[in-house]
């Protein structure tokens, strides 16, 4: 990131009183960073320039709610994302679903075929876990994606999604009991961490 906290700070009171050249600046900052987290979350390239535009789409209508943490929009772009990437991934579903009814003389896709398509996975994620970071409520796997995707702190984590930061660890706390009944046999935190780094 090339500004400073105070920079950004300064540019986001300007955006917030409706100024579209520091909005555009602020996506400098961050649109990399954005984008980066929606292909993890999505895998497909187009997928996550959509849920990345639709974060920073969000951010220019919403302005005036945003949750800034420590003076920058980052943490709440990030769990915007998340939730436009779940977004994207359903409304796919329901397209594909739309498409797939259509009489057609073409042979029906297959199911393998869906299989291969509904398994994208995060970048460098095991494909279960993947799955099973997939089927959090959309509150934690927010706090998951930033705490463990994106190295966010707790309390940062918490402070992006309106939680305490004991109900951030609470739920924190119930992902990983989760993720490690779901795959017994892989460290969840132990990937997403090599995902991150790697």
Known sequence: MSASGGDEARLWDAARAGDGDALAQIFDLHGQRVYRHALRLLGDRHDAEDASAIAFLELWRVRARVRVVD????????????NAARNVRRSGR????????LPREAPAESAADRAEFDGAVLDHVDPRLAEALRALPSGTAALVALTVLEGCSVAEAAAATGLSVGAAKTRLSRARATLRDALPDLDPAGDAQEARHG
């Open 71 to 82: 003076g920058s929009v980052l943490a709440w772009l990030l769990v915007t994302t998340t």
């Open 94 to 101: 329901r397209y594909r679903a739309l498409i797939a009814a």
